[in-house]
C-alpha cells in the first residue's frame, strides 16, 4: 500500500526501485489508471532525493495493445515501460533465446535414423505411459499435471522411447510457453554430461555453456524464481557401477552419484519435474525417489507398441509394408523398429519365421542381415563381418547396460583382430555402417547396439567359440582384456545361446571339460569364469572338475536351483552379487554351489540365512531379502481361485521375470500339485487371448511372451479383478 493505494508490486535491487502495476485487461481505460499510479509513486521517490533510479512498469498478459501504449507512454512520461508478461519476464531471463539454443542441442539419445540428425525425420508416435497402479496417462495429462508442479519418473528398456517422449514434452511446452499459454518453460537437461557434479547451480551453469546459451546466471535466476520445468534425461548414465571393491554398496554408490540432480530437484520450488531412464536402475520406486530427491513422484513405465501404434510408426518409412506381421520375439520398441526399418531389413517380412524365439530368432535374422550385406561388400563375406559384430559385443560387455558405446578406434582394433589386417577406406565404411550398431555420438562417430537381445546373442556366440577352441580365443588381445575388465557376467539370452550351439555341437560334457581346465590354468579373464558358470547352471551341465569364480555381477539374472538339477558341487562363488535365486523345497542340498561372502538382494524358497545349509552358504553371506514363495507370495495370500492364481503367476514368469520366453518345464517349478494341474490350461488360455506363443525345439517347448500385450499384462498383474480381461474370467473357471 502506498498513500493508502495498493499496489500490484515495489521490488528494489541494488540500482533501482520497480514500481509494477499487471493487468489482464487490453483497454486503455486500465492503462490510463495505472500509468497514473505509477508516475505519481515514481515522482514521490524522486522527491527523496535517492540515487537509486525508479522504474515503473505496466505489464499485460498479451501483447499491450496500440492505444494502451499510446496512454503509457504520454502520461509515463517516457519513466514508465508498457510490456507483455513474456517481455518483463526477459528482464530475468531471455526464455526464446534458450529455448532456440536448447532446441539445436542433442536430447538424450534421441537421433534421426537415417542420419546424423538431432532431428528425427520420424514423427513422434505417442506410446502408453503405465503407473504402478495400472493407470495409463497421456503426454497432454502429464504436461498439465507439470505446469502446477507435480513430479513424475518415467522408465523404460533401452529403446523404449523414454528420450523422444521427454522430447515430445518439450516441444509441447515450449509451443505453450510461445503463445502464451503459460509463463513457464521446460528445461532439458542431458543427464550424462553431468557426471561428477553436486552442486545445482554447477549443472545448471555447465548445461547452458554446453548448448550455448549465453547467460547462464539468468538461467538459474529463472530457476529459482520457479519459471522452468525441469526435465532431466538418463538418471541411469551418470556413473557406471561396479562389483569390484564397492560390491557391498551399489545403493550407497547410486546415492552419490545422483547427489546433483537430487539436490537440484530438493531445490526446485513450485517446479514441476520429469525424469528419465532405465527400468530396473533402482531397487524400489521407494529409493528412485529418494535417490532423484523427487516429492510424492508418479513412476511410469513406457508400453511398448500396440498394432495400431506399430503400423502408424512403419508408415513413415516407404519400404515397410505396415500390415506386415512381425514375430511375437520381435521387440516392438520404436528405437529398433525404426532401426531395422530404416535399414529395409522389414521389406517384405510377412512373419514367415514365426515362431521363433529371441535366440533363435534373433540368430535367423542376423544370418539374413549379412547375406544382404556380403552381396553390398565386395571385400568381406557376411560371416566376416558378423564376426566383427560379435566380437565388438564382447567389447561392448564393459559397459553398464552391455550395449556400449564403442568408440570409432575400437572399431578398427576389432577389424584388424578379426580380418588379420588394417581396414582399408572400404572397410572403415563398412564398420562404420556395420547392421546391428546405432549412432552413440555423431560428434565422436562411435556406435552402440540397438538391442540387448541382438547384443546378447552375439556374447554367446563368442563364448561358445570359447568353448570350442579355449587356446585360440586366448590370441586375441581384445577379447583377452574385455574379459578381464568386465565385472557382469553374460545375461540369460547369451547363456542360452552358448548352451544351443553346445548342444547342437554334440559332447556338450567334454567341451565343458576342457574349458574348465584351461580356465584353471590362467588367472585372468575372470568374467569367463563367470560366464562359464552362467552356462553350466542353466544349462544343467555336470562339473567334473573344480570351477571357482571371483567377484562377479550376476544381475538381473534369476538363477533357479531346481530338484532335477545337475550336480553343481564342484563349483564356488566368491564375492559375487546375486539380484535373485530361487531354491525349491525338496531340492537335494549336497548339489548345490558354494557361496562364500556373496551379496544376495533376494531368496526365494527360503525363510532366513539359517534356512540355508552353513557347508554351502557361509556366515559371511548377506541378504536383501527372502520370501517363502517370493513374489508369488502375495498371489497366493489372495482369495482368487486357483486358476487366477496360476494365471497371475505365469504372467509374471513370462512378463517380469524374463521377456525373451520360458522353457514349459520352468512354469511349472515352484507350484504345489493343486497348482501344477492347472497350468496347461492357463498356457492354453494365454495362447488363446494371444498373451503369449508356444515354440518347439528339439529339446522341449518354449512359451514366447507376446510383447506388444505387455501394457494389458500390467494392468492385469496390478489389478486384476478390476482390470476388465476376459482371460481373468476364463482362468476363473478351471477345475
Known sequence: MLDGRERDGVFETEESVNYLEATVSSGSGKAKDDTRKLFKAIAEHNRKGTLKVAIGWFVTKNEPTADQRKEVQEIGKGQVRAVSFSQFQQSLIDVRAYLSARSNHSFGSVQDFTSSSLTPSVPFVELGLSSMLGQALSVREVIEQLLVGKHFAITGQYGAGKSMTLREIFVRLHDKYVKGVTPKFPVYINLREHSGQRDPVEILERHARSIGFESPPSLIRAWRAGFVILLADGFDEIASLGVQGSWKKLKDLRMRSLEGIRKLIRDSVNVGV???????????????????????????????????????FLSAFPSVDG??????????????????????????FNGSITPLDAVDGWDYLLDRIYQREQQIETNLDGATLRRI???????????????????????????????????????????????????????????????????????????FRFFETPYEIVKNQIWVDSMSSCERCINPVGAETTIRKIRAKGDARGL???????????????????????????GDFELDIPLSVKEMNYSPTNIDFHRGMVDLSRLSFSHCLFDHIAIENDIPMDRLPRFDQC???????????????????????????????????A????????????????????????????????????????????????????????????YSRGDGIIWLPVRKALGRVKRILNAPVQCGEAIVRDAKEIA
Open 635 to 694: 498371489i497366493r495370500a489372495t482369495q482368487m481361485s486357483i486358476g487366477e492364481k496360476v494365471l497371475l503367476i505365469t504372467l509374471r514368469k513370462l512378463f517380469v521375470q524374463s521377456l525373451s520366453g520360458r522353457a514349459e518345464g520352468a512354469l511349472y517349478r515352484g507350484l504345489d500339485v493343486d497348482e501344477r494341474r492347472c497350468v496347461a490350461d492357463v498356457l492354453a488360455l494365454l495362447k488363446r487371448h494371444q498373451l503369449a506363443t508356444e
Open 599 to 633: 551379496l544376495f538382494d533376494r531368496v526365494t524358497g527360503r525363510i532366513s540365512a539359517q534356512d540355508l545349509p552353513e557347508d554351502k552358504f557361509s556366515v559371511s553371506c548377506e541378504y536383501g531379502a527372502f520370501d517363502e514363495i517370493g513374489t508369488n507370495g
Open 512 to 538: 565343458v571339460r576342457q574349458t574348465v581346465a584351461f580356465l584353471n590354468t590362467r588367472t585372468d579373464i575372470s568374467c569367463a569364469r563367470g560366464d562359464v558358470a552362467s552356462v553350466v547352471v542353466a
Open 389 to 463: 559384430l560379435e566380437r565388438a559385443s564382447t567389447m561392448a560387455r564393459s559397459s553398464e547396460d552391455g550395449l556400449g558405446p564403442i568408440t570409432r578406434s575400437s572399431l578398427v582394433a576389432v577389424f584388424n583382430e578379426v580380418c588379420g589386417y588394417e581396414p582399408d577406406e572400404q572397410g572403415l565404411l563398412a564398420i562404420q555402417r556395420l547392421p546391428g550398431l546405432g549412432i552413440h555420438r555423431a560428434e565422436d562417430e562411435s556406435r552402440c547396439f540397438v538391442d540387448k537381445e541382438l547384443a546378447a546373442v552375439c556374447t554367446g556366440t563368442e563364448l
Open 274 to 312: 520429469v525424469v528419465g531412464g532405465r527400468s530396473h536402475y533402482f531397487e524400489s520406486e521407494h529409493e528412485l525417489g529418494s535417490a532423484l530427491g523427487l516429492r510424492n513422484p508418479t513412476s511410469l513405465s513406457m508400453d511398448e507398441f500396440s498394432d495400431e501404434q506399430m503400423k502408424t
Open 323 to 348: 500390415n506386415a506381421s512381425l514375430p511375437a520375439w520381435l521387440p516392438t520398441r520404436p528405437l529398433l523398429l525404426g532401426y531395422l526399418a530404416s535399414k529395409d531389413l522389414l521389406a517384405g
